[in-house]
């Protein structure tokens, strides 16, 4: 059984592939001083490049857990993420509210992806 590791550090990995599926973990917004929109768009490029480095991509997306700082944000949060994921490519999702590490993040989100054949 394989599994190979990528940043690997003292508490966790950025990546994890284990029989063809991409673990990312928690991604947020590269500035975590700016608006719901901002920091989702950066928090997806993130997401984006760390797919590419694991050989996947969007359109191999499985699943997203979305965790909101405030529900009252999940409109402008969406907004982002509906222009984000390919058309007929979408995860299975969950969005809940909670507390992040850090007060300033508005927004975090889990990937699990399949390796890109």
Do not use: F
């Not at 973990?25 to 608006?35: H, L, M, P, S, T």
């Not at 590419?52 to 944000?73: F, N, P, V, W």
């Not at 222009?83 to 889990?110: D, F, H, M, N, T």
């Amino acid at each position: 059984m394989s599994i190979t590791r990528l940043d690997v550090g003292t508490r966790m990995s950025s990546i994890v592939i284990h029989q063809g599926t991409v673990y990312l973990c928690g991604q947020v917004a590269k500035d975590k001083y700016q608006n719901i929109t901002e920091q989702t768009t950066t928090m997806l490029e993130e997401v984006d490049s760390l797919l590419t480095q694991a050989g996947s991509s969007r359109e191999h997306l499985l699943s997203a857990t979305i965790y909101l700082k405030d529900m009252d944000d999940y409109g402008a949060m969406n907004a982002v993420w509906d222009a984000w994921v390919p058309k007929g490519y979408a995860p299975a999702r969950a969005c809940v509210q909670a507390a992040i590490a850090e007060p300033e993040y508005l927004v975090e989100v889990s990937i699990v992806a399949a390796v890109a054949v």
